[in-house]
């Protein structure tokens, strides 16, 4: 199914202000490579990790529900446990950590 993209710094107000379409949307954290926001046309949203796996094969991984985890909470989430780094740090991708 295709989605809509788009790249922005994801906080709550933008979170919240994000509608359902008749497809799923992705809204990019510009922060954290990988990271980002699914947002299903039921209107279900759900905080995501995707990146490419070792074989090339690109991967989408629910981190959790948007509002039990929030945007920062995803981010504290990614740093802790599989030590990723905004964009421009250093620190390893995704991928890699997982």
């Known amino acids: ?31 954290v490579r990988g990271v980002g926001l699914r947002v299903k046309p039921n209107g279900t949203t759900s905080h995501v990790l995707q990146d490419r796996s070792a074989t090339g094969r690109s991967r989408r991984v629910t981190i959790g529900p948007h509002g039990v985890l929030t945007a920062e909470g995803a981010r504290a989430t990614l740093y802790a446990d599989l030590k990723v780094r905004p964009s421009g740090s250093a620190g390893r991708r995704p991928a890699c950590a997982a």
């Open 1 to 31: 199914m295709p989605d809509i993209s788009r790249r922005v710094h994801l906080t709550k107000r933008m979170v919240d202000a994000t509608e359902p379409t008749d497809v799923d949307v992705l809204v990019r954290d510009d922060d």
